[in-house]
């Protein structure tokens, strides 16, 4: 079964113009046009935004005269501007 969705898509008045001009040309429609592009962009892979995870896997130590039982010196550190 096939369901059609009729969807308003607003373009930029310059590249609606050039891209009603190429229909023309073409001997085709806007909506074809549209959906051709459209069709190219979905079989890109997308970009990697960011790099993948990756654990810590060794053991880490505290940063020097950082105790690390200490919870109100370290959110001292983080949210105190006059923290060194």
Not at 37 to 43: A, D, N, T, Y
Not at 54 to 79: F, H, Q, S
């Amino acid at each position: 079964m096939v369901i059609w969705v009729k969807t308003t898509v607003d373009i930029a008045d310059g590249l609606l113009a050039q891209a009603k001009e190429r229909a023309r040309q073409e001997g085709t429609t806007l909506r074809t046009l549209i959906e051709r592009g459209l069709g190219k962009v979905m079989e890109e892979r997308p970009e990697r935004t960011r790099a993948a995870f990756k654990p810590v896997t060794c053991r880490l130590e505290p940063l020097p005269g950082v105790d690390p039982d200490d919870w109100e010196a370290i959110r001292a550190a983080i949210y105190d501007s006059d923290a060194p």
